[in-house]
């Protein structure tokens, strides 16, 4: 990159960059972790108590059975 194509920003312009930077962002980012937070909720909401809230620990079940004979056609999905 040559030196004419550079854009120098001062130092107030960099701080004014980054404060519009967090007033777009961050309402955005804060929605995000709203809706995952709820997300996870409910899942663990819809889990049985076996599960204690570990959603992984009932998501085995396709390993398990892809092995029976009538469930080998599974496999392939896996």
């Known amino acids: 990159m040559?030196?004419?194509s550079k854009t120098a920003y001062s130092r107030e312009d960099t701080e004014e960059m980054?404060?519009?930077c967090?007033?777009?962002i961050e309402p955005v980012f804060f929605h995000l972790l709203f809706l995952f937070e709820e997300?996870?909720?409910a899942v663990?909401?819809?889990l049985s108590e076996t599960a204690?809230?570990?959603l992984a620990s009932v998501c085995s079940w396709?390993?398990?059975i892809k092995h029976r004979w009538n469930?080998?056609?599974t496999s392939e999905l896996h």
């Open 18 to 20: 980054e404060l519009q």
């Open 39 to 41: 997300a996870l909720k």
């Open 52 to 54: 204690e809230g570990d």
């Open 62 to 64: 396709p390993d398990e």
């Open 44 to 46: 663990k909401e819809l």
């Open 22 to 24: 967090h007033k777009e």
């Open 2 to 4: 040559d030196s004419a």
């Open 71 to 73: 469930w080998q056609w």
